[in-house]
């Protein structure tokens, strides 16, 4: 048997850590806390590297037990040979559980991603009202409507 599962035991601690970070980094978000913020992101980009190593050691291992040829390396060796093993055994559970949260990180990540899009955008556009910069410069005629006006001119400086 390959010598897999401390890989993957940690492999599978480093992920259940990045989805609790991850979390973290969500009420961070949503507190507008910003040291808070810096803290998360350092631990965050640690576990990840410690994550890419850890890959590294398992394609390691995985090519001297020749499960990976590294001349010719087929896409999706590894998953054929998992399926020949019995669906049982420890590496396939610990390989089965850490799918599973990295789906749920990514799935955290992307809810993240776009929070913080949002509070770029929303950020931004303060910041060009308060430079004057706004590229939506309008008054409102006798009407009610609304037109654009110049930032040059006296009312759009207003």
């Known amino acids: 048997m390959l010598p897999l599962i401390p890989i993957l035991n940690r492999n599978k601690e480093l992920l259940e850590k990045l989805l609790g970070l991850l979390a973290l980094e969500r009420n961070a978000f949503g507190l507008r806390e910003t040291q808070e913020l810096e ?16 890959e590294k050691k398992q394609y390691s291992v995985l090519t001297k037990f020749g499960v990976i040829n590294p001349k010719k390396p087929v896409k999706g060796a590894f998953k054929a040979w998992l399926n020949e093993q019995d669906s049982d055994s420890e590496i396939c559970i610990l390989v ?23 509070l770029r955008k929303r950020n931004q556009a303060m910041l060009e009202i308060l430079k004057g910069q706004s590229k939506n410069h309008r008054v409102y005629t006798a009407k009610g409507a609304s037109k654009p006006v110049s930032s040059k001119h006296t009312i759009g400086n207003a």
């Open 39 to 54: 803290t998360v992101t350092a631990v965050k980009k640690e576990v990840i590297e410690e994550l890419e190593s850890l």
């Open 96 to 118: 089965e559980e850490c799918e599973a949260l990295l789906i749920k990180c990514k799935s955290k990540n992307t809810a993240n991603e776009q929070i913080l899009n949002t």
